[in-house]
């Protein structure tokens, strides 16, 4: 095997090129919809409202694709995991089965797209399979068959798999699929310029003005007025109307990227439970690539990041044997309280401000649905699946129970972070390390490159006053409350913070 990638890249994008380079907003603008994110929810949204002729401008903060849309296992398919016996219990009948009509919905849109052109965007119908590796598990698929028979979801049973892992009952939802998510946008974008959209990038949205007019205002103090915006940016960037902050918990998980050594028979894959594992081919430019997933965690509340791709590489290797490795990346994604999906207006007091998030880590299917949801609700059309994901609701049982549990977490680590000692000195530092050390008396966050420089930042949260941890893995700074993500040199790589950690300077002669 070959020695394994020492950085992070996607192999989407590292496979795809980027879709070209589009310019920052430099001046206030006029539209009428603005959407803020560039990922699989903003871009299918745009196309969906400019192919009925509306005025349609999407900010993304850094670069089209660079949020989680690049960094999906891409399956897309309604079989989310053992959802919908949980379901059931939580939301009902009708609510689960309303889920799954908008989950198939989403793939058929996505098939129906692609269907000219398959090969175009590495499209192909597979199953998806949850399989038990343990009796517990299998009680777990056991319930999780009942509901597919009471949903009247097609399903097929089966013992053992055809790769060498273990599995004790396999449960398939026939009929799903998965595809290139960055081909695919490409073209989804390319038509959306075609039709009048236009896109900024570098230009992230940091707040609203209300009144009359809304006024969309980006970091730069430009301004877009529009009639309605739709906030498509993974974690709300106005996430204190509604609270969001304290509704969604930010968790990440990995994937890798390797050249097999056995032979694959297709299919999607996808553990019953801990740890996961999320398996699936996808088509290499001289053979085909294995894409092993999973590993999760909430975000910053795991330092030694690097062990989940050591877990998933052996996991790999015994399953498939490695021929080489080709990459590594990590993904974030969100989760309500309940596991749906917040899809629709941002709260009841501003009916013009749309919010998707919280796709619970099955973003195709999930941004699609959203995606189709939205543009019936801009355009005020009754829609089936409006009261399902509305942002608005909030059940008993478990809302009430997660949202307490949740937030005594937030606030146990924001104690933490402030009361933690300094993790080791500048000295004890070695080459390509990050840590918490002392300078001048107060906390600082370091990181000591390969070439023995610092950079050093003040580790506290620009979002809301947590203290950030290292990500080894990443070579990033997580904070373990709301999930802001930031470089090395400070600058923000997830939300919903939008201000860089304060950079300090450090002698680099002690």
């Not at 062990?307 to 990346?329: C, H, M, P, T, V």
């Not at 104690?415 to 000295?427: F, Q, R, V, W």
Request: net charge negative; aromatic share 10%.
């Amino acid at each position: 095997m070959e020695k394994r990638p020492a950085y992070s890249s996607s192999y989407w994008l590292e496979e795809e090129n980027q879709a070209g380079t589009f310019p920052p907003v430099q001046e206030d603008l006029e539209t009428e919809i603005v959407i803020a994110g560039g990922g699989l929810t903003g871009i299918t949204t745009g196309y969906l409202l400019a192919q009925k002729g509306h005025k349609v401008i999407i900010l993304e903060a850094r670069e089209l694709f660079s949020g989680t849309t690049g960094y999906t296992t891409a399956k897309v398919t309604a079989q989310h995991g053992l959802i919908y016996d949980e379901l059931i219990s939580h939301i009902g009948l009708e609510g689960a089965r309303k889920f799954y009509e908008a989950s198939n919905q989403a793939l058929n849109f996505i098939s129906t797209y692609c269907s000219s052109q398959s090969e175009k965007y590495d499209f192909s119908f597979q199953g998806a399979s949850v399989f038990a590796t343990n009796d517990d598990e299998q009680r777990q698929i056991e319930l999780e068959q009942k509901a597919y028979e009471k949903l009247d979801i097609p399903f097929e049973i089966a013992s053992g798999l055809s790769f060498d892992a273990t599995a004790k009952t396999v449960l398939t939802m026939k009929q799903q699929a998965q595809f290139h998510p960055i081909k695919y946008l490409k073209a989804l974008l390319e038509e959306f310029i075609q039709l009048g959209g236009k896109v900024f990038e570098h230009s992230p949205a940091v707040s609203v003005e209300e009144g009359s007019q809304m006024k969309v205002v980006t970091a730069t103090g430009r301004k877009i007025t529009c009639q309605k915006l739709v906030v498509g940016s993974h974690f709300p960037f106005i996430d204190k109307k509604g609270a969001y902050f304290s509704r969604l918990q930010p968790q990440r998980s990995y994937l890798i990227a390797v050249e097999p050594q056995n032979e694959f028979e297709g299919g999607m894959y996808i553990t019953a439970g801990n740890p996961v594992r999320s398996i699936r081919q996808a088509a290499g430019q001289d053979s085909f690539i294995m894409l092993i997933g999973g590993e999760g965690h909430v975000t910053g509340r795991e330092s030694n990041t690097l062990s989940n791709y050591l877990a998933l590489e052996a996991y790999a290797d015994e399953a498939f044997g490695i021929k080489q490795y080709l990459n590594r990346w990590s993904a974030q994604d969100l989760i309500t309280l309940d596991k749906v999906p917040y899809i629709g207006p941002i709260n009841q007091s501003s009916p013009n401000i749309f919010v998707a998030t919280g796709y619970r880590k099955w973003g195709m299917t999930n941004g699609t649905a959203a995606a189709l949801l939205l543009s019936d609700l801009i355009e005020e059309k009754d829609n089936p699946y409006i009261d399902l994901f509305t942002p608005s609701r909030f059940k008993a049982d478990p809302s009430v129970k997660q949202a307490f549990a949740a937030n005594m977490e937030v606030a146990g680590e924001l104690i933490k972070g402030k009361l933690e000692p300094a993790d080791k000195t500048l000295d004890e530092m070695e080459n390509d390390e990050g840590a918490i050390v002392k300078v001048n008396g107060q906390k600082t966050g370091v990181y000591k490159d390969p070439q023995g420089q610092f950079h050093a930042v003040d580790p506290t949260c620009t979002h809301m006053g947590c203290e950030c941890n290292w990500n080894d893995g990443e070579r990033t700074w997580d904070c373990p409350c709301h999930g802001s993500r930031f470089s090395y040199t400070g600058e923000v790589i997830e939300g919903p913070a939008f201000m860089s950690l304060e950079s300090i300077t450090i002698d680099q002669t002690e």
